[in-house]
């Protein structure tokens, strides 16, 4: 009682949650500093555990990955009083994260087997490199990167931030991108051919003349998206949800679209034909391949 100050902040969830995830692992609290980098002193973590202290915010992101949580999640944790600084964190990169990618994606790759608790951060980056061929980028913090008609083929970034990124004509055929978040992101004329992006999430995202043939979108969050000229065809849409989207001179021909949501989407000129020389337009994606089915019975 004689501190107020350190008695709100023991009250916050973060102290009690490392305290349970360092006893959890058998880690001593050395050996929880060590994890985290640049590594962190015993009388450091036993601060942050007693609540005496917060963490820096150079070490959220493996704090959150730690504790099992997306980042947006762990700053809830601090509660509103943080909102200003933690706006501040994420218009930031960390510079030796960037040289690190410029090296390559072999170079890249090992650092990150040899750090497996270390969150890439390259919020804002613009990497002058474009060839990320197979590279691991998986739940890295990427917001508002600049990618720009890079190449990311057979790239995993499973669980990727790249909120508010720029993607304009960027190659991510064959790349794994299964729950990586694309909200508001600029993907015009982007390729994601054959990709997994199940469970990702592209809400209000620009994905004019986007390619997503034979890609999986199961699950998929596009509420709101503007899909103007993109092809989907063959892809797999199963549960995705279109809501308040724009389609628009899509290519559809063969796309699976069970249970999907369209609530408030706007639809037109959705073209049946396999390919993008011939016409034959719906507009209505769910019951496009019954109307086809009829079209055909006349003939």
Request: proline share 4%.
């Amino acid at each position: 009682m004689d501190n107020p100050e350190a008695l709100e902040l023991s009250e916050k969830p973060i102290s009690l949650l490392l305290k349970k995830l360092r006893q959890a692992r058998h880690l001593t609290q050395k050996g929880l500093g060590q994890l985290l980098d640049p590594p962190v002193g015993q009388p450091t973590i036993a601060k942050w555990e007693k609540g005496s202290a917060l963490p820096e915010h150079r070490y959220f992101p493996a704090l959150a990955q730690l504790l099992d949580y997306k980042l947006e999640e762990f700053f809830a944790l601090l509660g509103d009083d943080s909102a200003g600084e933690v706006k501040e964190f994420a218009r930031s990169y960390d510079p030796r994260h960037l040289a690190m990618l410029e090296s390559g994606s072999m170079s890249w790759n090992r650092w990150r087997k040899q750090n497996p608790m270390i969150v890439p951060d390259l919020v804002g980056a613009k990497p002058v490199r474009k060839d990320f061929t197979r590279i691991d980028l998986s739940n890295a913090n990427l917001q508002g990167v600049d990618f720009s008609e890079a190449m990311f083929y057979k790239a995993k970034l499973l669980g990727a931030n790249l909120q508010g990124a720029t993607l304009r004509g960027a190659n991510f055929n064959n790349a794994d991108l299964a729950g990586a978040n694309f909200d508001e992101a600029d993907l015009e004329s982007a390729s994601l051919c054959y990709a997994n992006l199940e469970s990702a999430s592209f809400q209000k995202t620009n994905l004019h003349w986007a390619r997503f043939f034979r890609s999986t979108l199961i699950k998929a969050n596009l509420t709101g998206a503007d899909l103007k000229n993109a092809d989907l065809r063959r892809s797999n849409l199963t549960e995705a949800d279109f809501s308040e989207a724009i389609l628009v001179n899509c290519l559809i021909y063969g796309t699976s679209v069970w249970n999907i949501k369209l609530d408030g989407a706007t639809q037109s000129r959705l073209n049946l034909c396999p390919n993008n020389v011939d016409t034959d337009f719906v507009d209505d994606l769910e019951t496009a391949y019954t109307e086809l089915l009829k079209r055909r019975n006349r003939v």
